[in-house]
């Protein structure tokens, strides 16, 4: 098993920023990638950043440039350095481990989400 543990959420300003962290422990070894999902009232949850591993980042279209996916393979800790913060940005913000078998995700461990909320 693996937990994870969101920190870092809280009430901005509209432009400003924030650092999420998210912290891994247990079974780490068997991730492949880690990334950030959000979900705002009344909307489905979506991926926001993505870091596999090897380093490799994707990012959702409304937060490229913007949001910055990074990791601390020694601290087994994931970032999102959230910049130019917009209202559209307000959601619970998910951490989530996932497991790959080939292409497929055979298995994804999930944080207990942290609230972020940027005012107008």
């Known amino acids: 098993q693996v937990q994870l543990a969101e920190s870092g959420g809280g009430l901005v300003q509209a432009g400003g920023s924030l650092r999420l962290s998210c912290a891994a422990s247990?079974?780490?070894?068997?991730?492949?990638?880690m990334g950030w999902y959000r979900q705002a009232p009344g909307k489905q949850r979506e991926m926001v950043a993505a870091i596999t591993n090897g380093g490799s980042t994707n990012y959702a279209d409304s937060v490229k440039v913007r949001f910055i996916i990074s990791r601390d393979n020694v601290k087994n800790t994931v970032y999102l350095q959230m910049n130019r913060l917009k209202p559209e940005d307000t959601a619970v913000y998910y951490c989530?481990?996932?497991?790959?078998?080939?292409?497929?995700?055979?298995?994804?461990?999930w944080g207990q989400g942290t609230q972020v909320t940027v005012s107008s």
């Open positions: 247990g079974s780490i070894s068997s991730i492949n990638a």
């Open positions: 989530v481990g996932l497991v790959y078998r080939g292409n497929v995700v055979d298995a994804d461990y």
